[in-house]
C-alpha cells in the first residue's frame, strides 16, 4: 500500500469510517519525498530508537521503520489505531502508544523502549501543539537530533538571527539548548486535506548549555521580560515586566553591558543576554 497515494488514503480511510479532525490538526501527506526526505535527514539508522508524534496513518513511520532498529509512535487520536495496526503491521520493529505527548514522561519512555539504542525523534507535528510540543522533546533532553515538520513561520523563528523581524523569546530558546537548521519546505499541495500554510523541516541538534549563561531561570527571565513588548525599547520593556529595579537601575545595566540606551530586545544575542542578565541579577 502507498500511504502517500491519494486513493489509497481515501479508501483506507472510508474502510475504517475515519473522519479528519481539525482539532487535532490532521493533515496526511500525499507527496511520497516528504516522508523520505524527512527520515533521511533525521538521523535514523542503526542502533538508533526514534520517537514519533503523531504518525497519522504511518508514512513517514514506515520510512523511519525501515532505517532505524526501533520506531515507537505516540499517537493521541484513538480512532487512527486499527488503520496503523493496518498499514504497519508488517513492521516489527514500529510500535504505537496511545496517548497526548504532552502528557508524557518521555524520558521514562525512551529509558524503558529504546534500551541500548541512541534516541532521536521525528515527526511530522499537529500545527496546533507545534511550540509545546518542541518544548517537551527539548526539555526531555534525551535525543541526539530532534527533526520535525511544522509550519514556516515557526520554522523561521527558530532560526532567526538576532536582529530579524522573526527573532523572539522562542528562538533564544531553542538556540540556548540546540543548533537548529531550517532544511527545506513542503507546500500546502503535499496534503490532504491541503493546509493554507506552508511547512517547513528543522532538525535540532541539542548542545550543552552556553558557558556564559550561570543562572537559567534569571535568564529566561529577562528573555522573555525583553520580547514582552514587542518593537519597544529593551528599557521600556524591562522596565514594565521585570518588576522591582527602577528604570534608572535598569537603564545603567543596558549601559554597563556596552548596549546602546535606546536598543530593543530582538538585537541582542545569547551572550548579550547573558550578560545583561548577570548585569540585573541584584536587582531583581
Not at 511520497?32 to 533525521?42: M, Y
Not at 522573526?166 to 532544511?183: I, K, M
Not at 541538534?205 to 537559567?216: G, I, K, L, S, Y
Amino acid at each position: 500500500m502507498d500511504l502517500c497515494n491519494i486513493n489509497e488514503i481515501k479508501s483506507l480511510l472510508a474502510r475504517h469510517g475515519f473522519r479528519f479532525s481539525k482539532s487535532m490538526g490532521q493533515n496526511f501527506l500525499i507527496a511520497g519525498w516528504v516522508p523520505q526526505d524527512i527520515a533521511a535527514s533525521s538521523g535514523a539508522g542503526p542502533g538508533t530508537g526514534v520517537l514519533e508524534v503523531g504518525p497519522g496513518i504511518g508514512p513517514l513511520t514506515r520510512e523511519l521503520a525501515g532505517r532505524a532498529d526501533r520506531v515507537v509512535s505516540v499517537e493521541l487520536d484513538r480512532s487512527l489505531l486499527p488503520i496503523l495496526d493496518e498499514t504497519l503491521g508488517d513492521c516489527p520493529n514500529a510500535e504505537v502508544v496511545p496517548g497526548d505527548v504532552l502528557k508524557t514522561d518521555i524520558p521514562a519512555l525512551i529509558g524503558e523502549k529504546f534500551v541500548g539504542l541512541t534516541p532521536v525523534a521525528c515527526a511530522n507535528l499537529p500545527y496546533n501543539i507545534t511550540t509545546p510540543a518542541i518544548t517537551a522533546l527539548i526539555e526531555a533532553g534525551c535525543f541526539a537530533r530532534i527533526t520535525v515538520m511544522i509550519q514556516r513561520e515557526v520554522a523561521q523563528r527558530i532560526c532567526a538571527r538576532p536582529g530579524s523581524k522573526d527573532y523572539g523569546a522562542f528562538s533564544v530558546y531553542c538556540q540556548y539548548y540546540t543548533a537548529p537548521e531550517l532544511l527545506f519546505e513542503v507546500p500546502p499541495d503535499c496534503f490532504i486535506p491541503a493546509p493554507k500554510v506552508t511547512s517547513a523541516v528543522v532538525r535540532m541538534v541539542p548542545r550543552p548549555a552556553p558557558d556564559e549563561v550561570d543562572d537559567p531561570d534569571h535568564f529566561f527571565r529577562v528573555v522573555k521580560a525583553a520580547f514582552a513588548l514587542r518593537r519597544k525599547k529593551l528599557l521600556n520593556s524591562l522596565s514594565a515586566s521585570l518588576g522591582g529595579p527602577s528604570k534608572e537601575e535598569i537603564s545603567q545595566a543596558i549601559e554597563a553591558c556596552g548596549l546602546p540606551p535606546d536598543v530593543r530586545g530582538e538585537r541582542l544575542s545569547i551572550p548579550q543576554f547573558a550578560q545583561l542578565s548577570k548585569a540585573l541579577r541584584g536587582l531583581v
